[in-house]
């Protein structure tokens, strides 16, 4: 069973940085490497949306609009982790972010079979 450690997390002021990761542990690289990943993240009172995901070589990436130019995903499979570099923070970007899984990759939460256990990530305006 694979499992993913997320890190990264905390409080910033608006117009900051964070960056997250996303490691995996288990069954190591084969429950990562092949598979697309992808970036989620729940607000308080809010659905789980989508934020980013990028194709298992790391060739592919799509982002939702609200964070186009501001986010990005990508990839170290000769470390088996997941990054999203997080800049120009804005308080509505406040929410629980997990990483997840997917055999390809897609914008649907429920195309994704593995998720992380989430980190906080707090912007202050």
């Known amino acids: 069973q694979v499992q993913w450690i997320e890190s990264g997390g905390g409080m910033v002021q608006a117009g900051g940085s964070l960056r997250l990761s996303c490691a995996v542990s288990g069954r190591g690289g084969s429950g990562y490497r092949g598979y697309a990943m992808g970036w989620f993240r729940q607000a308080p009172g809010k659905e789980r949306e989508f934020v980013a995901a990028i194709s298992s070589r790391g060739s592919d990436t799509i982002y939702t609009d609200s964070v186009k130019g501001r986010f990005t995903i990508s990839r170290d499979n000769a470390k088996n982790t997941l990054f999203l570099q997080m800049d120009a923070l804005k308080p509505e970007d406040t929410a629980v972010y997990y990483c997840?899984?997917?055999?390809?990759?897609?914008?649907?939460?429920?195309?994704?079979?593995?998720w992380g256990q989430g980190t906080q990530v707090t912007v202050s305006s």
């Open positions: 997840a899984r997917t055999n390809y990759i897609s914008r649907a939460a429920n195309a994704y079979d593995s």
